[in-house]
């Protein structure tokens, strides 16, 4: 059985109905599944001094006379509904004794005949029994009981789905192995907080459970109901003046009056879906081929005799036409493919692509099917499709000729012919913006800015130009070390991709890509996480599952670059499963090679055979990449015991970083030497022209010194505040370590807390700086989180903050205090303080 979560303000509720004098019936109301049952049992099981009597109501007990209640009835007593069988049941209640009070828990309590239901209520209602009910939302409950609720003897109580934090929980217990997050969402989704849909989508179907209740019902409708529903499922939501067009008003009533679907508003529409998601994937389920054809046509028929004002209504028409297998408006499958397209459903476009290229066969339609399928990553499939040459459509010689030139570029890696293509319109903003987007992906990102500052800058480029330009220069800007022109580059595509989302909907989603590789490969990592993270959460509401597991990639990428293992492994993990669906930029590879670096820190066993696959997924393309490749290798040769290996790769992905110019990078990959072990040369460090580089340099220093703690923690301030976590934590770490062996054994607490503080984030990662120097402390690791927040807050807010009592707080306060040798805040906040403000004087970069 499940653990019982989730519901602490219902039990709570229940209980104090209880230990109060007013209420006298409690009635739990929810839908099939949800667990009244449940609740109700945990309720009266913790109640103090309660007897409890267990009632279950069915419809075979309902046809006779207190039936349900037999086992309440004294011995002796009548079954003929008299009103002496309550007197007597009443009094032989009221005989019980030992200071306990009579729960009667009532299951199903709609299912009550009249005589059991009176019974029950008059006994709660002369206080003989406290009596709690569970009942389905929308059934009718015997009057007498709830006549008590009504009258404010009793309470309803609307048990509410599970919240998604405690539905995971269930599925991670589950499902030991875990479960990728689109498969996640999708439990989310049809269980919709139910713990029974969720329990049978796990398992199966059960006897009895939710899935037989939906069958049976489904079974037991009407004709004209099941059409409805039929409808409903095929089109779900679906709006209701359509609705009531393919079947009439009365239908649409009798199907609602049946509770198998709902209608309500949305905006100024009105819209028909089930009360359940479980509803429409069983009926999904069981409806044939035919059954479905009809339907579609049906929805097809109706919606195309409408005038299509709506946005989502063409791609309706044109989806449905096609699952109707009639396409009489092929002139609706173009624009349906684009709109499948802003839904990143690749998948739906391909279908109405082909469909497309069959109704109306030609040049265009076969290169907007080799669009779809380059976008899935399939460029040999997409070089066989598109035309040789454009078709004679006005705009489609630009679009036909950015398509070839993706298509060559992602399929053979040759950047060269790849710009060829784009020779003939050179002078056209859009093929200058898509030339700037292939050369910044293969690596030349001085001459990408260069181009697409170029774009930016002419009043002539129209919307897709910019869009893409804006997005090359932020990326490019942040790769050359010029983070700072990040933010307006991204800000200029921003603004035109919002006044063009209904022509050009992945506007916002490139022009977002590139701010993000722009922000990491800047010396941004935090931002760049913040960035992903909305990014991610925009696209699992919308659904869009290939924007998703590329800000999953995005995101890993970030979280891998603070050291946030964890996260990083979820994310990339995702990301993988992501691109074996649709890998439109041959991002499998750096995916891979990420996911071995995590697990190498992590100590996962399989981070080797992660590298071997990307490694064979090595391709020309995506050169802009390939430094950060080679210093993810470098953990993991480390965590096989290759350090010489290790140090090997990290230079070499120093080496590629310089040659491609991007500083940040290299200043990275230098100092990873460093962090495996090696030893960088500082000098280069100082011809880095990057802040990162100056706090770097000044790290390996302070390693190579006898001492250099005071700088280790100034560089770790830094690396901190740009959300280099690990980083941080490694270097205060050998800070503690050498303000210990120097006897400053205060200044070694200060430090090892900062690191303890910062390792929450990644508490099992193994690198050679946080396990050559482990610290022996004398501070516990309550006096360490009390003493760092000390300086700046109050023992009050420290409790608050800490759930702690004052005393408590001042207890831990004054232990670390004379463990360090220090008198108060005073000398604290100078403990604190120095190294930062010492590390760069004024006027002295970093």
Not at 20 to 35: K, Q, Y
Not at 242 to 261: F, K, N, Q, S
Not at 501 to 519: K, Q, R, S, Y
Request: glycine share 10%; charged share 25%.
């Amino acid at each position: 059985m499940w653990p019982f979560e989730g519901r602490r303000a219902e039990l709570s509720q229940i209980r104090s109905a209880f230990a109060g004098s007013e209420t006298d019936v409690v009635l739990l109301s929810g839908p099939a599944g949800i667990g009244k049952t449940r609740l109700a049992r945990e309720a009266v099981g913790g109640l103090d001094r309660a007897h409890p009597l267990w009632i279950t109501a069915t419809r075979a007990a309902a046809a006779i006379p207190f039936g349900a209640v037999a086992p309440l009835l004294p011995d002796g007593t009548g079954s003929d509904g008299s009103v002496e069988v309550i007197r007597a049941t009443a009094r032989s209640m009221g005989r019980r004794g030992g200071g306990s009070r009579t729960v009667i828990v009532v299951d199903d309590a709609h299912l009550l005949d009249d005589a059991s239901a009176t019974l029950v209520a008059h006994l709660a209602a002369h206080r003989l029994a406290f009596l709690v009910l569970t009942a389905p939302a929308d059934a009718q409950v015997s009057d007498a009981p709830a006549r008590l609720v009504t009258d404010g003897r009793g309470v309803r109580i609307e048990v509410p789905p599970l919240p998604q934090e405690i539905i995971d929980r269930l599925i991670d217990r589950a499902r030991a192995d875990g479960l990728d997050a689109p498969a996640r969402r999708r439990l989310h989704r049809l269980a919709h907080g139910n713990p029974l849909a969720l329990r049978e989508l796990l398992y199966g179907g059960q006897l009895g459970g939710l899935t037989e209740l939906i069958t049976s019902r489904l079974t037991r409708l009407d004709p004209e109901s099941l059409r409805v529903a039929e409808l409903v499922a095929c089109g779900e939501p679906l709006a209701l003046a359509l609705l009531e067009r393919v079947v009439g008003l009365a239908a649409v009533t009798r199907a609602e009056d049946g509770g198998v679907i709902v209608v309500e508003r949305s905006g100024d529409r009105r819209q028909a879906r089930f009360g359940h998601p479980l509803y429409g994937e069983v009926l999904r389920s069981r409806l044939t081929v035919t059954r479905a054809t009809r339907a579609y046509r049906a929805l097809a028929r109706a919606l195309l005799s409408t005038p299509l004002r709506r946005r989502h209504d063409t791609l309706q028409a044109a989806v449905w036409q096609v699952e109707g297998g009639a396409v009489s408006r092929p002139d609706l499958l173009p624009a349906g493919v684009r709109l499948a397209i802003a839904h990143a459903d690749l998948q739906l476009a391909e279908r109405l692509a082909r469909a497309g290229c069959a109704a109306r066969p030609g040049r265009q339609a076969d290169r907007l099917l080799a669009e779809i399928l380059a976008l899935q990553g399939r460029t040999e499939d997409a070089a066989e499709v598109l035309p040789a040459s454009p078709a004679a459509e006005a705009g489609d010689e630009m679009a036909w000729a950015v398509t070839r030139a993706k298509t060559v570029y992602w399929g053979t890696g040759d950047i060269e012919a790849a710009l060829a293509v784009l020779d003939d319109w050179e002078d056209h903003p859009t093929a200058r913006a898509s030339r700037s987007w292939l050369l910044c992906f293969d690596g030349r990102c001085a001459e990408a800015a260069r181009l697409a500052r170029d774009v930016l800058n002419d009043p002539a480029a129209e919307p897709r130009a910019v869009m893409w330009a804006a997005a090359t220069a932020s990326s490019a800007a942040g790769f050359l070390g010029r983070a700072e022109e990040t933010g307006p580059a991204r800000d200029r595509g921003l603004t035109v991709a919002a006044a063009n989302t209904d022509t050009m909907p992945w506007g916002p989603f490139e022009v977002n890509v590139g701010a993000f590789l722009g922000l990491l490969a800047g010396g941004r990592p935090a931002e760049a996480q913040d960035l992903a993270a909305a990014e991610y959460r925009s696209a699992a509401d919308a659904g869009a599952a290939m924007m998703l597991a590329c800000w999953a990639l995005l995101g890993g990428f970030a979280a891998t670059a603070r050291g946030h293992l964890h996260d990083a492994h979820r994310l990339l993990a995702e990301a993988h499963a992501g691109f074996a669906v649709n890998d439109t930029v041959r991002l499998a590879r750096c995916c891979q090679a990420a996911r071995a670096a995590v697990g190498a820190m992590r100590g996962d066993a399989e981070a080797g055979l992660l590298v071997a696959d990307a490694d064979a997924r090595a391709h020309p393309s995506n050169r802009i990449f390939t430094p950060w490749i080679e210093t993810w290798r470098a953990w993991t040769a480390y965590a096989r015991g290759d350090v010489a290996g290790a140090i090997a790769a990290a230079r070499r992905g120093a080496g590629l970083a310089r040659r491609a110019g991007y500083p940040a990078v290299e200043a990275l990959a230098l100092y990873d030497v460093a962090r495996l072990g090696g030893r960088p040369d500082p000098v280069r460090l100082d011809g880095i022209d990057h802040d990162l580089a100056g706090i770097a340099g000044r790290a390996v220093r302070a390693m190579g010194a006898s001492d250099g703690a005071a700088d280790l923690e100034a560089a770790a301030g830094r690396f901190r505040a740009l959300g280099y976590d690990l980083h941080a934590a490694e270097a205060y770490t050998v800070a503690g370590h050498r303000h210990r062996g120097n006897a400053r054994v205060a200044r070694a607490e200060i430090a090892e807390a900062h690191a303890q503080e910062l390792r929450a984030a990644f508490p099992g990662a193994r690198t050679p700086l946080l396990q050559a120097t482990r610290l022996v402390t004398v501070l516990s690791p309550r006096e360490r989180e009390v003493l760092l927040l000390a300086a700046h807050h109050t023992s009050a807010e420290i409790a608050s903050r800490l759930g702690l009592a004052v005393a408590t707080v001042n207890n831990n306060l004054a232990r670390a205090y004379t463990k360090l040798g220090i008198s108060g805040r005073s000398q604290l906040r100078s403990l604190l303080r120095t190294p930062a403000s010492e590390a760069f004087p004024a006027g002295e970069t970093a």
